[in-house]
């Protein structure tokens, strides 16, 4: 693998920066309220910085050139996406930003935490271990695995705002001795080699310019014997780059998600391999013949609801659903009560989930590629 150029750290200026843009909205309820309370200037400077990757970038015209400057930026793009989408995920989705397989008659909330436990079980992780959480976003399933598996989990993340806002929730739930997050490059993490008895990772790695890259990393810090588990996003095998729909889903996904480089199935098979593991598991999860597809909460099917509360979470998912958001946030926008680019943030979300859908249905994507890796002895 060539050498990937990492970006400077500057944590100081991070800091600073969240602090104009969100102020004291970490502190408050989350979601749509959240959104409202943002500092118009920086919010501006967040959605220019973030869109200049995307914008006039069509499919059609993308380049390798265009493709290699997002991961040059790999860190900023990512940063300055969850400063503006972490409040529309709360608000649409909760607290644990993943999807999962659905079973029969299961309730949403619910079955996002059996993603969550059937990880921590396919992992083998027990009482005491010192666990790390690889892009840990807000905390929902670090908060999830504690309880479940009475482990010791470190959250590590580059967005300053989620860090606050998951240190907040765990001090809420009374988990602060169990949990800690710290602000870091996962291509790039400051601990000491042979740090951590286990390592995981949920829809959080597809971030990284290079999975060799970020899986090397993750190799460096477990300790040996150590466990690597990893739900990834991956185009599958059927994804053919020459396809003009199929590099539009890909590209609709990657814009919407804050990813600057999506690879296949094959790609990050031989990364994690390649970065030293013993693969032990792996398998496609969205290929499971399950009950309800993982992306039936995007399509907004109230068919598969799994309880009455399901009904609101997906309502909010659907054309309707979103329309209404895009609509309201634009109305809000022009009488100066929430600043601007929030309604592009949105409409991005939104082309997203669309194409995450069409790539669900087509087998072309999936957000749930596991693979259970060992660090050698």
Request: glycine residues 10%.
């Amino acid at each position: 693998m060539a050498p990937i150029a990492l970006e400077p750290e500057d944590h100081t200026r991070d800091a600073a920066f969240a602090k104009a843009l969100h102020g004291k909205s970490a502190e408050g309820r989350a979601g749509f309220m959240a959104m409202m309370g943002k500092d118009k200037d920086a919010q501006k400077a967040a959605v220019d910085e973030y869109f200049k990757h995307w914008d006039n970038k069509d499919s059609k015209s993308e380049t390798l050139e265009i493709r290699e400057a997002r991961k040059a930026e790999y860190a900023t793009l990512t940063r300055h996406y969850y400063n503006l989408a972490t409040d529309l995920y709360e608000y649409g989705w909760g607290a644990s930003f993943h999807f999962c397989r659905f079973a029969y008659g299961e309730s949403f909330h619910r079955a996002i935490a059996r993603h969550e436990h059937y990880l921590a079980h396919m992992m083998g992780l027990r009482d005491g271990m010192r666990v790390l959480d690889v892009g840990c976003g807000v905390g929902g399933p670090a908060r999830e695995i504690v309880k479940f598996a009475n482990v010791n989990v470190v959250g590590l993340n580059n967005n300053d705002y989620q860090i606050e806002r998951a240190t907040r929730y765990a001090a809420k739930e009374g988990l602060s001795n169990k949990l800690s997050f710290t602000k870091g490059d996962f291509m790039q993490m400051s601990f000491p080699p042979d740090s951590f008895d286990a390592v995981y990772a949920i829809e959080a790695t597809v971030h990284a310019p290079s999975l060799e890259g970020v899986y090397s990393q993750i190799y460096r810090v477990l300790k040996p014997g150590g466990v690597f588990g990893v739900y990834e996003w991956l185009m599958t095998d059927k994804y053919d780059n020459e396809n003009p729909e199929h590099r539009e889903i890909r590209l609709a996904i990657e814009q919407g998600d804050g990813i600057s480089n999506m690879v296949k199935i094959s790609e990050g098979l031989q990364a994690i391999k390649d970065a030293g593991f013993t693969l032990e598991i792996n398998e496609d999860l969205a290929d499971r013949p399950d009950a309800r597809p993982w992306y039936y909460p995007l399509a907004g099917d109230f068919r598969n609801c799994g309880s009455i509360g399901d009904v609101f979470t997906i309502a909010r998912m659907t054309k309707f659903g979103r329309g209404a958001l895009h609509y309201g946030v634009g109305l809000l926008e022009k009488v100066g009560v929430a600043p601007k680019g929030t309604q592009k943030t949105a409409e991005s979300l939104a082309r997203a989930a669309d194409a995450l859908v069409a790539g669900g249905e087509q087998k072309l994507f999936t957000p749930m590629y596991l693979m259970v890796a060992r660090k050698p002895l």
